[in-house]
T-cell receptor, first 111, second 115 residues
Framework: GENVEQHPSTLSVQEGDSAVIKCTYS??????FPWYKQELGKRPQLIID?????GEKKDQRIAVTLNKTAKHFSLHITETQPEDSAVYFC??????????FGQGTILTVHP | GAVVSQHPSRVICKSGTSVKIECRSL??????MFWYRQFPKQSLMLMAT?????????EQGVEKDKFLINHASLTLSTLTVTSAHPEDSSFYIC???????????FGPGTRLTVL
């Protein structure tokens, strides 16, 4: 089955800096790669996703890049703000929706 | 986005009892729903795929007789934790998507505490 590795497990940045979280996956058939933000005790919220037919996608301060050859994808957050502090999860999936999650990254943005 | 609800949000039960958790898609039909479990400070682990009108598909290591799943309609899936024990205490979250695109929407989760 699919295996997703996520790094780093914790990330601490100063407000205004950029944050990068990286994930690798094992199943070359996976073609959907979402990123979720989860606050304590809450449900995961989709923040951005990318499909295998594109290499990069951007939404304001958030971007995701995908390298299918190397089987890795990354989340980039620019101009970080304290409210970006949360746990971030990457995931990989075939189209039918079954998600395999990475281990999560605790992002802390210091004012 | 699509809306998925879960009930109850929190439940405390005694060891040995059974607990039923409901997952509903409110504004779309879902032939497939997914059940995840999340222990404190850990990631979400898929437990099973709930298929409308047929048997659920369980992930390796998940006891199908302990975690009963029923998906009797296109908007409702239920997870019953039978003979619950303290080690079953966890955050249970369901997800569903309105199409075959892969995008999943999560329910708010159910915090189960078994005493």
């Amino acid at each position: 089955g699919e295996n997703v590795e996520q790094h780093p497990s914790t990330l601490s940045v100063q407000e205004g800096d950029s944050a990068v979280i990286k994930c690798t996956y094992s199943d070359s058939a996976s073609n959907y790669f979402p990123w979720y933000k989860q606050e304590l005790g809450k449900r995961p919220q989709l923040i951005i996703d990318i499909r295998s037919n594109v290499g990069e996608k951007k939404d304001q301060r958030i971007a995701v890049t995908l390298n299918k050859t190397a089987k890795h994808f990354s989340l980039h957050i620019t101009e970080t703000q304290p409210e970006d502090s949360a746990v971030y999860f990457c995931a990989a999936s075939l189209s039918y929706g079954k998600l395999t999650f990475g281990q999560g990254t605790i992002l802390t943005v210091h004012p | 986005g699509a809306v998925v609800s879960q009930h109850p949000s929190r439940v405390i039960c005694k060891s040995g009892t059974s607990v039923k958790i409901e997952c509903r898609s409110l504004d779309f039909q879902a032939t497939t729903m997914f059940w995840y479990r999340q222990f404190p400070k850990q990631s979400l682990m898929l437990m099973a795929t709930s298929n409308e009108g047929s048997k659920a598909t369980y992930e390796q290591g998940v006891e199908k007789d302990k975690f009963l799943i029923n998906h009797a309609s296109l908007t409702l899936s239920t997870l019953t934790v039978t003979s619950a024990h303290p080690e079953d205490s966890s955050f249970y979250i369901c997800s569903a998507g309105p199409g075959s695109t892969g995008e999943q929407f999560f329910g708010p989760g159910t915090r189960l505490t078994v005493l």
